[in-house]
């Protein structure tokens, strides 16, 4: 009941002083409307693009869209907008300042945005008071991207090929000692294939031949040593040519041209503006008027009354 009674005080206040109410509302309404025009607050637009990441070798356990956010809001791709789009200069920062670098961070950072959809897709958003410059940024930063992300594989490319060409070397070296010893088992000693030689000999000793008696013995008193040369040759020869392989592969990841995104939607130069909304600044500003003006004029009135109970006693 007090409640209702406290409800009907309210609107008895906003009957009796509609038309002061109204006017405050309006004003505030038309000055909301004032300073929310391009004189006191310049248009933004905005532009945005949608991709999906393509080609991308994850670090971690994260996912491929996670990879691209991380690498999208770099520093390295920031820094790269930052310098094409004099953005020092466009933004209005004086570069010399002792806190300049955190200013047009804070610049870049309100204007341009990452989004990570239900889709697993990315979106990039940039919101400029130049519409052409909005739309060109979208597109730098995915340049940039592309760049980066290709500079990384090609850095890791290089470790790698630096590493297994070294190792395809320490094997080169390998091969051709043990080529060496193989070769002195052949000429100097005579083997050349166990089974063959063998069976060449059984089948002369059969037929009362026994001319290959010598390398007989020589199988018998070098051939596990042969043996175990020649299959390490072998596998030596087999790991050889797989780092042969990689080095050829990292060559090629090294020098390709490659994009690591999908487009979906491109960004295109907006024709209306993003921000700000002024219909929207409008009716807060006349709402904010009123609220402020009913406010007012409760403490007004409340401080008329014990005046008039005073006057009233006197």
Known sequence: MESYFKTKSIFGLIARWKWHLLIITVASAILGLVFSGPYFIHPKYKSAATLYPANIVCMSDESESEHMLEVLGSDDIKFQIIEKY??????????????????????????????????????????????????NMVNSIIEFYDKFVLKLNALK??????????????????????????????????????????????????????????ILKNWQIYG???????????????????????????????????????????PYVADKKFYPVRWIITLLAGLGGCLIGIIAIAIIEGCRKPKEEIDTQD
């Open 86 to 135: 004099e953005l020092y200069s466009h933004y209005g920062i004086d570069s010399t300042e002792n806190n300049s670098l955190a200013k047009i961070m804070s610049q870049y950072n309100s204007n341009v945005f990452f989004e990570k959809t239900s889709n697993d897709a990315i979106t990039i958003t940039v919101c400029d008071e130049d519409p052409q410059i909005a739309a």
């Open 157 to 214: 490319s290089e470790e790698v090929l630096d590493i297994y060409s070294k190792s395809a070397k320490e094997k080169e070296h390998i091969i051709d000692s043990l080529s060496e010893v193989i070769k002195k088992y052949r000429t100097e000693y005579g083997l050349i294939d166990q089974e063959s030689q063998t069976k060449a000999y059984s089948e002369g000793a059969a037929l009362g031949r026994l001319n290959n008696d010598a």
């Open 224 to 266: 596990a040593e042969y043996a175990k040369t020649d299959s390490l040759l072998t596998n030596t020869i087999q790991r050889y040519n797989k780092d042969l392989k990689i080095c050829e592969d990292a060559r090629r990841d090294i020098n390709k041209e490659q994009s690591y995104s999908h487009i979906i939607s491109k």
